[in-house]
């Protein structure tokens, strides 16, 4: 089984534009709003390529219906620890005139103390039945910034596999876990990695020592350029397949659920990132924070291509 987390769960509201002009006057083209959360967005896709899964975290009262219902209709399996408050609201501003998504994230309600270590309870008792546990997306206020980590070690020891896919202090303070992997865009590896990219070294330089301190993979998602994966002895660079961006919410979740959908079937790092890459284009040709499916990932597969970097 696959167990995913997500501690801050959102609604997006996104709102097309036929062009974003900063300081004026907009008209909204239209709008949709979508239940999401990376976890979520993880599991969802993952369920659509037919993996056992199970979703796990925080929900809140006034709106969680909202996310309960979601998963249901994906048939997701999913047990979140429920509290006060409502699940926070992001907007996602599209620039249709240069496929550009600006968005403005809330914080998310205060989680007590008392609910951080219930779920982290919670969640030593599902790891006896994990294989690979993902940890993605951004810690509410209340939760503190290790606990990441601190879920990275108790998988540890029970021989599960973990997936890191988060920023700031959370990616920071997990890093020395050894994940298995990691799954970073441009901006997270730019802000993880301030110091060594101001003394003038180069991103394969630093992703290089990163595997070789003891994580596996590296997974630099990269937007129109496409991605790398940086393994203990390959580089690899996969191009974005040609595609027209209809919604780009979930690309980087998709990205995540192909690779996870790779280890678990004992597949090579290549075809981590084809999955990875057919995944992500699956979901971008979707509108709002629909995701892929089953048959665009088998249909995107072969379209990924792959090349080695010296």
Do not use: W
């Not at 992001?90 to 008392?114: H, R, Y």
């Not at 969640?123 to 993605?136: F, Y």
């Amino acid at each position: 089984m696959i167990l995913t987390l997500t501690l801050n769960p959102c609604i997006d509201r996104t709102i097309y534009l036929d062009r974003l002009d900063v300081g004026s006057y907009n008209r909204v083209k239209s709008t949709r709003e979508d239940l999401a959360g990376k976890g979520l967005n993880v599991s969802i896709v993952l369920n659509n390529l037919d993996v056992d899964t199970l979703c796990k975290g925080f929900s809140f009262k006034s709106n969680g219906h909202l996310l309960e219902e979601l998963l249901n209709t994906h048939h997701v399996r999913h047990d979140f620890l429920s509290l006060e408050g409502s699940i926070r609201t992001n907007i996602k501003l599209f620039d249709q005139s240069c496929q550009v998504m600006t968005e403005i994230n809330e914080a998310g309600p205060f989680v007590p103390m008392s609910a951080v270590e219930q779920l982290m309870e919670d969640m030593e008792n599902a790891l006896e039945h994990t294989d690979i546990l993902v940890m993605s997306g951004s810690i509410p206020p209340g939760v503190p910034s290790d606990i990441y980590q601190r879920l990275i070690q108790t998988a540890g020891k029970k021989r599960v596999k973990t997936v890191l896919d988060t920023a700031g202090e959370p990616l920071f303070l997990g890093l020395p876990e050894k994940p298995y992997l990691i799954k970073p865009n441009t901006l997270e590896f730019e802000q993880a990695f301030k110091k060594e990219i101001e003394s003038g070294m180069d991103t394969l330089e630093i992703a290089r020592q990163v595997v070789d301190s003891g994580i596996p993979y590296l997974c630099l998602s990269m937007g129109e350029e496409g991605a790398m994966l940086i393994d203990k002895e390959h580089v690899y660079r996969a191009r974005p397949l040609p595609l027209e961006p209809k919604g780009l919410t979930g690309a980087g979740d998709s990205m995540v659920a192909g690779m996870c959908y790779a280890i678990q079937k004992g597949l090579g790092s290549e075809d981590m990132l084809r999955y990875a890459m057919a995944a992500a284009g699956g979901s971008i040709r979707q509108e709002g924070t629909i995701l892929a499916g089953k048959q665009d990932v088998e249909e995107l597969f072969p379209l990924v291509e792959i090349e080695t970097i010296q």
